[in-house]
């Protein structure tokens, strides 16, 4: 079936052996007018207008985001791109004054949990009162970064076998995020998985456990196909001697 905007067209089954012709067939052509056809083609050329216009934006602010001395920090993230880049950039910004501490930075972007507490009363919770820009900025990369990190895959995969949901275990995520961060910024150097203390231990730590089951999962089903074919052939398994 084809469409013109603003015109008739004409429809025809694609049914084998069917004929516009056949007797019996009871239908010759099927006629749909477009009457929104100009409203279609309006929009579109809307859409086009706009599609070039974000994309010429996103080239000024790439091209903004690399003459900025902090560029490479941001950049180096797993993950980042430009977008998350520029976002995280935006909202942290330069002025090393402003957040003294990690845990300062983190308290803004609501990742670090509300302690209230009364006489003998102690309660932690969501913490309301954020930069929401802020947040959003760091947990949007935070969720992206488990992708590419298996530190920070490791992180969401243990905060999710607690039992937080999806949302808390990403905020969970990017305040340990905000700590590498912090320390990058404050000391202007970009991110090196090579001295992130922490993914080294745990891929020390992964690297026996890959070993073993790579050797002894091998072992493990190369027995198991022997046994499999001794009990096909009718004689008895090695089990059972």
């Known amino acids: 079936m084809r469409f013109s905007a603003g015109r008739s067209c004409t429809a025809r089954p694609a049914c084998a052996g069917w004929s516009a012709d056949s007797p019996g067939s009871g239908v010759t052509e099927v006629t749909i ?33 690399a003459l900025h001395a902090d560029a490479h920090i941001f950049t180096s993230l797993p993950r980042s791109g430009t977008v998350s880049a ?27 949990p509300s302690t209230r507490q009364s006489g003998k009363h102690r309660a932690v919770g969501f913490r309301w009162a954020a930069d929401k820009q802020l947040r959003d900025a760091v947990c949007d990369f ?11 895959a490791d992180l969401y995969r243990r905060a999710i076998s607690r039992g937080h949901d999806h949302p808390h275990a990403v905020r969970i995520l990017a305040r340990a995020w905000l700590f590498v961060i912090w320390h990058c910024w404050q000391d202007r150097v970009a991110y090196d998985p090579a001295k992130h203390r922490a993914l080294q231990a745990l891929n020390r730590d992964l690297a026996p456990a890959a070993c073993h089951r790579a050797t002894h999962g091998w072992s493990f089903s190369t027995s198991s196909d022997r046994s499999s074919r001794a009990r096909v052939a009718g004689s008895p398994s090695p089990s059972s001697r």
């Open 33 to 65: 007018e477009r009457p929104d056809g100009p409203v279609v083609e309006a929009l579109l050329a809307t859409l086009s207008t706009v599609v070039e216009q974000i994309k010429a934006l996103s080239e000024q602010i790439a091209e903004q985001l």
């Open 86 to 112: 520029v976002g995280l950039f935006a909202e942290i910004g330069d002025c090393r004054a402003r957040y003294p501490t990690p845990e300062s930075l983190a308290c803004l972007a609501g990742v670090a």
């Open 142 to 152: 935070a969720g992206d970064s488990r992708h590419a990190n298996p530190w920070a």
